[in-house]
């Protein structure tokens, strides 16, 4: 029988697991990236009529838009991917500590199995 704080790491486990899921659809909206634009770069003046760099870009070059809000996305997955991973090991190393181990793919995201 397991006991009742290997099943309460086991629940944690499996909440990284659907934040991880989760975290790889995400997909940042329009006016987020011109938010984080806006956060980096200063306004733009265009014959004197200040627009914000973000909505300027938009507007200018959609296809160069798209591609930095692409790429912006995946730094943001990536790095809360790499978040996600670090608390699942500790979460592997609580359950050593219990005595047990966990069969677990974070690539596939695979179920776990208590050995």
């Known amino acids: 029988m397991v006991s009742k704080e290997v099943e309460e790491v086991k629940e944690q486990i499996e ?3 659907e934040e991880l899921e989760e975290n790889d659809r995400y997909e940042m909206t329009d006016d987020e990236y011109i938010d984080w634009l806006d956060g980096v770069y200063p306004e733009v003046d265009i014959c004197g009529s200040k ?3 973000g909505y300027t870009l938009q507007q200018i070059d959609e296809i160069m838009f798209n591609i930095g809000k692409s790429e912006e996305e995946d730094r ?3 790095e809360k991917r790499e978040e996600l991973e ?3 090991d500790d979460l592997k190393d609580e359950l050593e500590e ?3 181990k ?3 793919d974070k690539q596939s995201l695979t ?3 208590i050995i």
Do not use: D
Request: hydrophobic share 45%; glycine share 10%.
């Open 76 to 78: 943001i997955i990536e």
């Open 15 to 17: 909440e990284k697991v």
């Open 102 to 104: 966990y069969n677990f």
């Open 98 to 100: 219990l005595g047990y």
């Open 51 to 53: 627009r914000s760099a």
């Open 111 to 113: 179920k776990i199995i």
């Open 86 to 88: 670090g608390e699942l």
